[in-house]
């Protein structure tokens, strides 16, 4: 049906009574493993079709409100979370997925990492085979440095606390063109100045004849032996996100999953494809800590690039530990009030002091201890998706740890009390308070926690009695299934995880083009 010249981006209201589409390839996902593998397979003359579940926004529908965008832009409308509540989980859902909201943070995986993998697991990505790949979309995502002028006060903190600790720090490296630090990039960019997946790959793909089905939610893989024949998806109105009753029916030659790390595992599970209890495993979520410093001058932590500088000075912490690095976060008001302690009097004492807020981030590496096994991704019988994360002491101590350096970070630059995010909150106003950290509840509930890094649940191996998908990223046991996200990582990053899916993609392309043409 679809020939090459017919690139189009289709939402849930353009499907007025079905569709049908027979391409070379459906990639189901468009975020930066989906739309990298539709630009890359389309420029080699594959027909494609993408589904992507969210819808398709652009810089006019960004109105820089959270109460418009969590439920816009975010997975089960800003609401998902640990089973356990625990854990609330930023992952997005829209066309480009999570790039669109992330804050363009980008970091190549590090090469220990990489290395890792290799030994452990049999995976033939080494930082030679990666680097053409890093390099052309870095390129292609103008990736740059920020600049040390335009560091806000926020990350400022960040910048100025480690340096007069002696800790390694680093201005991140940011994919935006002709960025104004707006500040609001969770909520979509007003101006179109992130260069996240839609506005560069997405683009790419429709150009060289790619169509796109936003509000699609794929639901059946329909096999025959151990190939996938059909994928068939719910067409969603735009306005309610509910199921119009059409149905969209793909029957393509390759299939590539790009859901993403936790939607991708979903699928399969709900399609009896567990692979002995493999699929949905070893998931690894970067649990994350913030320490809120009061300072004594305006921060206005809203404003301004969210995220500029990072720390990897604890990154490696020695055998039996797991490491942290440290980032800032941006300081909005609704997640904020989410997130400080406090009830009646109290809470609104701190949210009173919002505008000299600074928020600082510990993000605890997961999958590297023995045995770690991180979370698992499973379906509920009403089909909603259970994402399961029991906290190991090893990430609880490292989240102490990280806290209490975050705490220093803050005194170091200037704060004049920290407060942790603990219900009650700990307040800590000089380095004899950090002992408070000590007596604080570490356990579920008791303190806020967040992930906006999904990793694993598919992961890569040699060996199929204990990966889900070959080196190649082949899923394995099928013939034309390829799973291309940061599902298919055997262990978390200890980075952003969004460049090197970018890469990922941009390499597999390769391995999944000379099995289309």
């Known amino acids: 049906m679809a020939e090459r010249d017919q690139g189009r981006v289709f939402t849930g209201a353009d499907i007025a009574t079905g569709a049908e589409e027979r391409p070379d390839v459906c990639v189901v996902g468009s975020g930066p493993g989906g739309a990298v593998m539709a630009a890359r397979l389309a420029e080699r003359g594959a027909r494609v079709v993408v589904l992507e579940e969210g819808g398709a926004f652009g810089p006019s529908d960004a109105d820089m409100r959270e109460a418009t965008a969590y439920p816009r832009l975010y997975q089960e409308h800003g609401q998902r979370a640990t089973s356990d509540l625990a854990i609330a989980v930023l992952q997005g859902r829209a066309l480009g997925g999570s790039t669109a909201v992330n804050w363009a943070t980008c970091s190549r995986v590090p090469e220990r990492v990489l290395a890792l993998w290799r030994d452990r697991f049999g995976s033939t990505l080494t930082p030679q085979a990666l680097a053409p790949h890093f390099e052309a979309v870095e390129n292609r995502l103008s990736v740059k440095e920020q600049p040390e002028d335009r560091v806000n006060p926020n990350n400022r903190v960040l910048w100025d606390g480690t340096g007069k600790l002696g ?78 009753g059409r149905r969209i029916a793909i029957r393509p030659k390759v299939l590539v999953l790009s ?47 969210p995220q500029s500088v990072v720390s990897q000075e604890f990154a490696e912490r020695g055998a039996g530990s797991a490491g942290f690095f440290l980032e800032a976060l941006p300081v909005h008001p609704m997640l904020a009030g989410l997130a400080l302690g406090g009830f009646g009097a109290g809470h609104q004492a701190i949210m009173s002091r919002l505008a000299r807020a600074s928020a600082l981030l510990a993000l605890a590496i997961d999958g590297f201890l023995p045995a770690e096994e991180g979370g698992r991704v499973s379906v509920r019988p009403d089909n909603r998706i259970a994402l399961g994360y029991h906290i190991r002491p090893e990430i609880w101590e490292a989240l102490r740890e990280g806290c209490r350096a975050l705490a220093r970070v803050h005194l170091a630059a200037g704060a004049e009390v920290v407060l942790s995010l603990h219900e009650p909150p700990v307040e800590i106003r000089g380095e004899a308070d950090l002992r408070r950290l000590d007596d604080a509840p570490w356990i579920p509930n008791r303190l806020a926690l967040f992930t906006a890094h999904q990793m694993g649940g598919c992961a890569l191996g040699r060996d199929p009695e204990s990966s889900v998908v070959t080196p190649e990223l082949k899923l394995n046991a099928y013939e034309n299934v390829y799973v291309v996200d940061g599902s298919v990582f055997p262990t978390s990053l200890g980075v952003n995880p969004q460049l090197t899916i970018f890469a990922l993609a941009h390499w597999a392309a390769e391995h999944v083009g000379a099995a289309i043409l």
Do not use: Q
Not at 207 to 234: K, M, P, Q, S
């Open 167 to 244: 800790w390694r720090r680093e201005r991140t490296l940011r994919n935006v063109e002709g960025c104004a630090d707006l500040g609001y990039c969770g909520m979509g960019c007003p101006i179109g100045a992130r260069t996240s997946a839609d506005r560069t790959y997405v683009p790419d793909a429709v150009a060289r004849g790619a169509r796109i089905y936003t509000n699609a939610r794929a639901t059946d893989l329909v096999f025959e032996r151990r190939r996938v024949i059909a994928v068939l998806a719910d067409a969603l109105d735009p306005r309610t996100d509910e199921p119009t």
């Open 259 to 305: 859901g993403g790390a936790i939607n991708t595992p979903a699928l399969l599970l709900r399609n009896g494809i567990d692979l002995a209890g493999k699929v949905g495993a070893r998931t690894f979520l970067h649990p994350a800590a913030a320490m809120i410093g009061l300072h004594p001058a305006p921060i206005d932590g809203w404003s301004g690039a």
